[in-house]
C-alpha cells in the first residue's frame, strides 16, 4: 500500500467503514488498489475536513 500512496495524503482501507461519518474527515474515493498478500482493495484518501 505504501507504493500506491502519495506524499502528505493518509490513505485508509477496510477502517473507513469505522469512521466513515466522523465529520473532522473528508474522504476521496480512490477505487480498487492491488495490497500485496490481501488483493484488490476498496481505498481512500483521508483528509482533515
Do not use: P
Amino acid at each position: 500500500m505504501e507504493s500506491s500512496g502519495e506524499v502528505g495524503k493518509v490513505n485508509i482501507s477496510c477502517h473507513y467503514q469505522l469512521i466513515k461519518n466522523d465529520l473532522y474527515f473528508k474522504f476521496h474515493h480512490r477505487g480498487k488498489i492491488e495490497a500485496k498478500g490481501k488483493g484488490e482493495m476498496e481505498m481512500y484518501f483521508a483528509a482533515k475536513a
